[in-house]
């Protein structure tokens, strides 16, 4: 069982930077693909960004290429999610998740998720 925690979240001006940080507890985590999701009030939860787990594979979904970046530390056990230049429309509780299988944007492929970080975007 693999317990991730967020943090990070928060609130900032449309334009600015955030950067979210996912703690893993178990010391197997450098196995797992790791992703990023989001959900907004009365959405389905986005998947967002993949990461291998040596690191060298990264995906995007079409909404955040070129402005957020996946990166993780197997070495603290800890997946980052880079935010620039966020948007009025990037407001949403933010998940990390960690899957035993292939890396995909689906959120059926991650076992075990966190609790969630609050971003929230004003214009």
């Known amino acids: 069982q693999v317990q991730l925690v967020e943090s990070g979240g928060g609130s900032v001006q449309a334009g600015e930077s955030l950067r979210l940080s996912c703690a893993a507890s178990e010391y197997t985590y450098s196995i797992y693909c790791m992703g990023w999701f989001r959900q907004a009030p009365g959405k389905e939860r986005e998947g967002l960004a993949t990461?291998?787990?040596?690191?060298?594979?990264?995906y995007y979904a079409d909404s955040v290429k070129g402005r957020f970046t996946i990166s993780r530390d197997n070495a603290k056990n800890t997946l980052y999610l880079q935010m620039n230049s966020l948007k009025p429309e990037d407001p949403a509780m933010y998940y990390c998740?960690?899957?035993?299988?292939?890396?995909?944007?689906?959120?059926?492929?991650?076992?075990?998720w966190g609790q969630g970080s609050q971003v929230t975007v004003s214009s």
């Open positions: 998740a960690a899957g035993r299988g292939l890396c995909s944007l689906s959120h059926s492929a991650f076992n075990f």
């Open positions: 990461i291998s787990p040596g690191g060298r594979s990264t």
